[in-house]
């Protein structure tokens, strides 16, 4: 049981951090209301309309051709540092999953979903 | 690390056929030509079913047990891949009529089967979850392949929600085994589960596990995604989902549960024997009610679930020949069924029982053989059903002599609703006379599921040998 010890102590300074922060601010901070503090973004950008718009379903498959990249960097980063220790082996199979990578792309290109309609 | 890439070549094979037909759907120029995609899948799926045989008889393991090759694995996969190959050869003309985008239907159903043999094979968790996951995927697909119908769009959205939940379940049931044992190893599993280390941590992981293969084996009180989902897919799709994926599941359920947790039988069996039970009665009674055959056949799909999971209750070589066995004809009969429901369907568009009126005039084989796959459902000798029955249910005779009783109860149950369909196609006139004319695929499908319902029913040595040879091999890790 000592050994959680530790982890309870740094459990209770974590908590104290934010109680005690917004606690001090609480009591120390001068209090003005007007029209820009209660904006959504205070000294930000002025608000022009409601976030909930309707955009165009076609969105979710630039989404969908996202995630091929996304997943090329996942790999192909990791790869990179270790180029040396992998050699030739790790070079053909990152090419292996590149080529089904870009089926992938290939196959959207072809459904069309690079157009705007 | 050194892997011999060799004892992987069923798994590359497939991978690499998958990503040749998907890229042959590419480059050829229209959809119409895509027509011999179907021909060519099934080409390369025989291909990778003679280099699968060739592994019989080959035990090894690879990165350190993470893949398991021995005779089990090897008769499941072989099952999957003809399930793959007869139900691609017999809807060829279906999938072409009815599904107009061959590309995706191909490659997925290639990539569903290679999920089934990376699962078959999976010796740790993670292996299992990986092939689990790459299947259901191509599953969700596939069902929902009728994009403008919306009852495939809404067995899509129910399989995808339940199958999400089937996988967090067993997710967490797989991670408090792995948090109570500390190895994702199911061999290693297996010696660290003994009957005096129990904690119960390890119980609970086993109930979520058990809910989990649940779902996926579609077996009471976990079965309701089923019928929705059966009668909602493509007929193709619905017999694969029958077929191959419950084949599958059962393979990882008897490698995980009388492969690695075999220490703890005492606390499944019970467990197990009760869903059993409860699968056995309310398949069957839930299904006399149905008008749909393909929620007819789904129900007795759950109850069929029923009956092989009796083999695993003793954990023995004698259960285990029996689940392998039962899957193997439960195969032909469920094919032989569903080919039928789709050379109708292509007629009459209609899955209603009683647009089968008068099949027996409309096209005799069709019904000779739907007749003959309900009635090896149903466990009547001298069909194969019985025998896989017979093995099944003499193997827990000792323990559990009350479930013998239900299934032995609930079968003459069963016979009612079978023989039902069989009146319908055999004394009631067709409302429209004209015979159902079907392709030369799919007679021949048709006559390869029957001959083989038939002579496994009268001479089931050769099978019944080839499954204790592989169960034995399970014994031997």
């Known amino acids: 049981m000592i050994n959680w010890l530790g982890v309870l102590i740094f459990l209770l300074s974590g908590a104290a951090f934010g109680v005690i922060g917004i606690g001090i601010s609480y009591l120390i901070q001068p209090r003005t209301k007007n029209r820009y503090k209660l904006e959504v973004y205070e000294s930000g950008i002025p608000v022009k309309a409601s976030a909930w718009v309707r955009f165009r379903n076609q969105y979710f498959t630039y989404a969908l051709i996202f995630v091929i990249f996304d997943v090329e960097i996942l790999y192909l980063y990791p790869w990179a540092v270790s180029f040396v220790e992998l050699g030739l082996s790790g070079l053909i199979k990152m090419f292996i999953f590149i080529f089904i990578l870009v089926l992938g792309l290939w196959y959207a290109w072809k459904e069309g979903a690079f157009e705007w309609r | 690390m050194h892997i011999d890439y060799s004892l992987l070549s069923t798994e590359i094979a497939l991978a690499i056929l998958g990503l040749i037909v998907f890229t042959l759907g590419l480059t050829l120029p229209s959809r119409s030509t895509n027509r011999g995609l179907g021909a060519f899948a099934i080409f390369g799926l025989l291909i990778v079913l003679g280099i699968t045989v060739s592994f019989w008889g080959t035990q090894a393991e690879l990165l350190a047990g993470m893949y398991l090759i021995d005779n089990f694995s090897v008769f499941f996969k072989i099952l999957a891949l003809v399930a793959a190959i007869l139900i691609v050869f017999g809807t060829m003309s279906y999938a072409n009529n009815n599904l107009s985008r061959q590309l995706e239907y191909y490659s997925t159903i290639i990539f569903a089967t290679l999920g089934m043999i990376i699962m078959i094979s999976a010796g740790d968790f993670i292996t299992l979850y990986i092939g689990l996951e790459l299947m259901t995927v191509s599953f969700i697909i596939l069902v929902a392949f009728r994009k403008t119908d919306g009852h495939s769009l809404e067995a899509g959205i129910k399989y995808l929600i339940l199958a999400g939940v089937s996988s967090a379940v067993l997710l967490y049931g797989l991670s408090l085994i792995y948090g109570a044992t500390g190895t994702v190893y199911i061999l290693e599993l297996a010696e660290l589960v003994t009957a005096g280390t129990i904690s119960p941590l390890l119980v609970f992981g086993l109930v979520l596990l058990v809910a989990g293969f649940g779902f996926k084996i579609s077996a009471a009180p976990f079965h309701m995604w089923a019928p929705d989902v059966y009668e909602g897919a493509p007929t193709p799709i619905t017999a694969y989902l029958a077929v191959g994926s419950k084949a599958a599941s059962f393979a990882i359920l008897v490698r995980v549960f009388v492969g690695g947790l075999a220490g703890m039988q005492e606390q499944w069996a019970t467990l197990l024997a009760v869903l059993a039970a409860i699968s056995i009665l309310l398949g069957n009674l839930v299904a006399i009610p149905q008008t749909n055959i393909k929620r007819m056949l789904a129900y007795s799909s759950i109850a069929q679930a029923g009956y092989i999971m009796v083999g695993l209750l003793t954990a023995s070589p004698e259960g285990i020949k029996g689940v392998m066995f039962y899957a193997f004809i ?148």
């Open chain 2, 330 to 477: 439960y195969l032909f009969a469920t094919i032989g069924a569903f080919v039928v429901v789709c050379a109708v369907y292509e007629k009459t568009k209609s899955d209603e029982i009683a647009s089968y009126a008068g099949l027996s005039q409309r096209s005799p084989l069709a019904a000779a053989v739907m007749l003959i796959s309900l009635l090896s459902m149903a466990g009547i000798p001298p069909l194969a059903g019985f025998v896989g029955k017979f093995y099944l249910f003499t193997t827990i005779t000792d323990n559990f002599m009350w479930l013998v009783y239900i299934g032995l109860i609930m079968s003459m149950v069963s016979v009612y609703y079978y023989l039902r369909v069989a009146l319908v196609m055999y004394r009631d006139e067709p409302t429209d006379p004209t015979p159902i004319k079907m392709g030369a695929a799919v007679n021949v499908t048709l006559i390869i599921a029957m001959v083989a319902t038939l002579v496994l029913g009268i001479y089931p040595t050769p099978l019944s040998e080839l499954s204790n040879i592989a169960a034995q091999s399970f014994f031997t890790w």
